[in-house]
């Protein structure tokens, strides 16, 4: 039987092997990374949501007159927005927003609330 002496297959196997490996671990790393940019996403939304639905019942309690606790929580499905009301003038009230999902960051808001006017005038988000 003849053997190949020149060493030909072993080498471009070797290549080629080497390089789908090498083009797997480009693909593979590339899905990570679009996967974790999706979930950071997917969390911020959910955060400004939160803290948008909080912003709202918070609106609409003090609009119809119920005063609530000066400061609480509102609990949601995956995580919590906590608020403290601060009088800042007669009738201007800050109302602190912080929202926490899971073990990210929290964020932070700042509305203020015109008693005399029965809305929210200004809205500052903080990250």
Known sequence: MYRNQNGFSYPLTLTIILAALFLLTIQLDQFISEK???????????????????FKKT?????????????GIFSFTNGSVSYEMLPVAASLIQITFKTKIGSDKAISGYAYYDTDLQKMIKWIEKN
């Open 36 to 54: 974790r940019i999706v979930n950071q996403a997917e969390t911020v939304m959910m955060q400004e949501y939160y803290l948008f639905c909080s």
């Open 59 to 71: 609106e609409k309690m003090l609009s119809e007159n119920i005063v609530p606790d000066k400061s």
